[in-house]
């Protein structure tokens, strides 16, 4: 039986976790997720409790309610970070939940941009492995579009880098895999922006679009820079954080 094991009200602990199977991918697109009386019965709470799980998760736009059949997801207006792809290829060994794949545009050698080489590390112009791709869902639909960047002293030990095919597991635990390392952390960087012609055209949306950039920099257990990436996403689409706040001076 589910445990409620964090300093935090149960509905919190409990939206939490059915957030989690969504969002990496366990859940997926009209999936049911349990209904009020399952919540209730497997978690040990209140019904007034499980009501409230259910509407936290419809006020995050992850769920919506189907007549006859119940409560079911909904993702598309999920953006998944980096940080959520880190931890679906720790939970399922896959990059991409059910319905969702990518497409490798672009992969090869090129002078390493100064805020390429400030990132990975390395000296400006220095050699560096470039993978561009968009990342569909179901639909056909883009959701996304990215470039990925990593030292070009890579190129003999991960040379699956160069192909523009998808790697299953994902870029940057192949890099861990093929060097010895261990995938620690990521450090994410949002902001608002606008789409240039180039993600415009990935996205397919007119030049100009509000969209939201990130700035990704995959960590190893020693603090190197695995692979260092950008990306472009649709507007609308959700990024979920959560966090504690404790007291103290």
Known sequence: MPAVDRPEPPYLQIAGSIRDDIVSGRLKEGD???SAREIARNWNVAMATAMKVLSTLRA????????????????????????????SIARTGKVYPPGHYAKIREAGLLPAPERVADALGIEEGAPAIRRRRTTYAGDEQPVSTSVSWFDGALAAKAPLLFETERIVEGTVKYVADRTGRVLSSTRTQHAAGLADAEDAAELGVPEGTAILLSRNRFLSAEGDVLEYGESAALPNHWVFYEYNIEDGA
């Open 60 to 87: 995050e736009g992850l769920v919506r309610a189907v007549r006859g059949v119940g409560t079911v997801v909904q993702t598309r207006a999920l953006h998944r970070s980096a940080q959520d792809r880190t931890i």
């Open 32 to 34: 049911a997720v349990p």
